[in-house]
């Protein structure tokens, strides 16, 4: 049996029901390319996939975020409170904004990294306290995505990090998500962006995202 026909059997057999990935974080972060990689990985097994995104202002540190829901028929792409089976935020203050979304026993990564918008800046707002704290209270997995990505001299891949995380959360061969890597990622970045992705799969498998 071909390999894309042992994907597509794999991810149909092991993926029961639908399933709702929310991803958030700020502009600029990479979130689109971590959406694309994803829908690329259930589409080669087989899947039925809808994507939603929602840009904010980049420029200004504005929130994006990015629903992907997948399965062997998916009706929608809304994401309502407590529907996420996966949530992975790219920035820790977006995670607490977005852990309504979670679902009850829902899996949330977060970038262990927080980002000061213009808001805060120029006096408007102020940084919520305790951002880590209240995370790990949640059940977050806190990843220093960030810190791993600039250990393999790419800090650029912190969103494929996280990719790396969120693959350990969902029932696809690792070489399927390789394979979405090498098809959507510049050519002279691939072999970077397969090491943050197999550096923040690690990570999670080992227990790292604490």
């Known amino acids: 049996m071909a390999d894309t026909e042992k994907n597509v059997q794999r991810g149909q057999?092991?993926?029961?029901?639908?399933?709702?990935?929310?991803?958030?974080?700020?502009?600029?972060?990479?979130?689109?390319?971590?959406g694309k990689l994803l829908a690329t990985v259930a589409a080669g097994a087989g899947l039925d996939v809808k994507v939603s995104e929602i840009h904010g202002m980049s420029q200004r540190g504005?929130?994006?975020?990015?629903?992907?829901?997948?399965?062997?028929?998916?009706?929608?792409?809304?994401?309502?409170?407590?529907?996420?089976?996966?949530?992975?935020?790219?920035?820790?203050?977006?995670?607490?904004?977005?852990?309504?979304?979670?679902?009850?026993g829902g899996t949330m990564f977060v970038n262990d990294e927080e980002i000061t918008p213009v808001s805060v800046?120029?006096?408007?707002?102020?940084?919520?306290?305790?951002?880590?704290?209240?995370?790990?209270?949640?059940g977050a997995h806190l990843l220093d995505a960030g810190v791993i990505a600039r250990g393999l001299g790419t800090p650029r891949s912190t969103n494929v990090v996280l990719v790396g995380a969120l693959s350990t959360a969902?029932?696809?061969?690792?070489?399927?998500?390789?394979?979405a890597v090498r098809a959507c990622?510049?050519?002279?970045?691939?072999?970077?962006?397969l090491a943050a992705f197999d550096a923040g799969r690690d990570a999670a498998l080992r227990g790292e995202a604490r």
């Open 13 to 34: 057999a092991l993926l029961h029901g639908t399933k709702t990935i929310l991803l958030v974080g700020v502009g600029g972060q990479g979130t689109i390319l971590a």
């Open 62 to 104: 504005g929130s994006v975020s990015t629903v992907i829901r997948l399965g062997e028929h998916v009706a929608t792409m809304v994401c309502d409170d407590g529907c996420a089976d996966v949530v992975v935020a790219f920035e820790a203050v977006e995670a607490l904004r977005a852990q309504h979304y979670l679902a009850e």
């Open 121 to 138: 800046n120029i006096g408007n707002f102020q940084m919520p306290e305790r951002v880590d704290e209240r995370l790990r209270e949640m």
């Open 170 to 179: 969902l029932p696809f061969d690792a070489e399927l998500w390789r394979d």
């Open 185 to 193: 990622v510049p050519p002279a970045t691939v072999e970077a962006n």
